[in-house]
């Protein structure tokens, strides 16, 4: 167990619609980051957060948008989804930004688009 | 962001050692090296970093070329559990600490 809890595990839908995935960071991590993971592109950064602050943004849509909340948990919403969007996304926390820190990951939210 | 370059897949028997190999010719002299690996059903778990130095940890070692153009991560002695995608990643010093991940190895490990 790596301390990082994401919610929910399993989320079907259809096309269109918007969705929210949630993650909690360990206790004291300041650090999250968002990655998605699919078959055809493999684990993609998209976004990281420090102390609520955006911090790094990779490859993501602009149909996503993540925040990080004063308690430090974090949300990705992922709206108008298309068939393409279904993956794993995963949560990470660290206690930096620092390079030499560890990262932890969560168990991942799968996502379906119908 | 400088790339790195590892086999599609090894294979091992049980309690042998394995080398992972991972070649990453135009890093940096602040790039950090990471390993990750990912069991199946399961998200990334960091295995171990080094910079200069060979690093070692209950998990594994890591040793570094000296000119640290390539690195290779040894599990000592290949579990079952050991079988996951190994993910070697260079982790620039002013990046704010994102990991971008390549392919990986595939490591399978026979009984």
């Known amino acids: 167990d790596s301390g990082v809890t994401q919610t929910p595990k399993h989320l079907i839908t259809a096309t269109g619609q918007r969705v929210t995935l949630r993650c909690s960071p360990r206790s004291g991590d300041l650090s999250v980051y968002w990655y998605q993971q699919s078959l055809d592109q493999g684990l993609q950064f998209l976004i990281q957060?420090?102390?609520?602050?955006?911090?790094a943004k990779g490859n993501i849509l602009e149909r996503f948008s993540a925040q990080q909340f004063p308690d430090l948990h974090s949300e990705l919403n992922l709206s108008s989804l298309e068939l393409g969007d279904s993956a794993l996304y995963f949560c990470?926390?660290?206690?930096?930004?620092?390079?030499?820190?560890?990262?932890?990951f969560g168990e991942g939210s799968r996502l379906t688009v119908l | 962001d400088a790339k790195t370059t590892q086999p599609n897949s090894m294979e091992s028997n049980e309690e042998e050692p394995v080398h992972l190999p991972c070649n990453h010719s135009t890093i940096s002299g602040t790039d950090y090296i990471h390993w990750y690996r990912q069991l199946p059903s399961q998200g990334p778990e960091y295995v171990i970093h080094g910079l200069t130095s060979n690093v070692n940890n209950r998990m594994a070692s890591l040793a570094i070329a000296e000119d640290r153009k390539s690195s290779t991560l040894i599990l000592h002695r290949a579990t079952l559990r050991d079988a996951a995608v190994y993910y070697c990643i260079l982790r620039r010093s002013d990046s704010w600490g994102k990991l971008q991940f390549g392919a990986g190895t595939q490591v399978v490990v026979t009984p």
């Open positions: 957060y420090y102390n609520g602050e955006e911090r």
């Open positions: 990470a926390s660290s206690v930096t930004g620092n390079p030499t820190g560890e990262l932890f």
